[in-house]
């Protein structure tokens, strides 16, 4: 993991993870940087997991593989409606939290999003949502794009959500703004996360020696550069809107390529 992005963004995830968890979901949400206060809403939620069901394509029978999982925040929705779910990660730290979700129906695996460790036409359906603002190049993105059609079978979807419109940047950073006071005026301020849990004596070696803080960033992209992807893959590809009940709809979207069928 040489690259300082992808470093950050494991160390992101890891360190909300090993500052423990106590089970809830709030906490969840804080360990996949989500902020509790908006996702604790079972309607808002439900209506995510509803979405992603029909947009990429699934069915109860349907095996289903997401890519950047963190600490199974979807997983917890969409596992009971499919087959199996198999989620991956780069945090192996956020794969324990998730494991210890203790789903009857899921694995989760430490894994590159550009090497994904599963032979071809395996998944009925393939999806990354909220993964791909991560990504400080599109080129990045589309690698794991392409890796994800090679795991998924032929007529099978990879659907990648939650993208930040880079036609709409400045609109959407004011409406960052407002979400956050309806937020604050609704709920008051976010919750605190976790107390960190004492540092083992390697792990203060590791932070003396490794100084980072970490934080996510937020990655804008064009459209076009998506439809393009398809194009150049010989695959169709379609734009959407984010889910209905999210307060960014119309500032982020959601790219879906089919797999062609044999």
Known sequence: MSEPWKSSLSEFFSQRARAGSDGSFANLCYVSGRDPRLWS????????????????????????????CASGFLAIGLSPKVSRYVGVDLSRDALRAATRLRLANADFKHADGENLPFGDSVFDSAFS???????PDFALGAGIIREMLRVVRPGGRVFIGSIPDAAKREEYEKRIVAVAAELDARYGPPPPGPEPKPASPLDRIRNFLRPV???IVCYYFNR???LQLGEKLGVSVELTDIHPLNPYLGYRFNAIYTKNAK
């Open 129 to 135: 949502y909220d993964v791909f603002t991560n990504f």
């Open 41 to 68: 809403d079972s309607q808002i939620y439900e209506d995510l997991i509803s979405d992603i069901f029909q947009q990429a394509g699934l069915s109860p029978a349907a095996l289903l593989l997401e890519v950047g």
């Open 224 to 226: 076009n550069d998506f």
């Open 213 to 215: 803080n970490p934080a």
